[in-house]
């Protein structure tokens, strides 16, 4: 059984950072992708960023790329999303999911099959 877990949310001033972490465990698949999405309320859920676990290769929203980066610890089980510039609008629940039997990343929401609880981010001054 995959749990994902996120943790890292909080408030933030704009021009602020943030690093989120997301721990998936259970798994035993060897190619995976792991992929960070948001959604603000009345909204639909968007893709931020995804990771392939296994050679570390990355895909960004385009209008996230260089502020937003996307890393993995494997011996940890953890990736992270660090956030930079952070702007008003980037406020929304971020959520943390794996795709198991993903080659490359890719920001296909409905491809994902494990999804965490999420993780407030509120950039606000």
């Known amino acids: 059984q995959v749990q994902i877990v996120e943790s890292g949310g909080g408030l933030v001033q704009p021009g602020g950072s943030l690093t989120l972490s997301c721990v998936a465990t259970g798994g035993t698949f060897d190619w995976y992708a792991i992929g960070w999405f948001r959604q603000v309320p009345g909204k639909e859920r968007e893709g931020v960023a995804s990771?392939?676990?296994?050679?570390?290769?990355?895909y960004y929203a385009k209008s996230l790329k260089g502020r937003f980066t996307i890393s993995r610890d494997n011996a940890k089980n953890t990736n992270y999303l660090q956030m930079n510039s952070l702007k008003p609008e980037d406020t929304a629940v971020y959520y943390c999911a794996t795709d198991d039997d993903a080659v490359t990343p890719h920001l296909i929401l409905d491809e994902y099959d494990h999804w965490g609880q999420g993780t407030q981010v509120t950039v606000s001054s």
């Open positions: 990771i392939n676990n296994s050679d570390g290769r990355t």
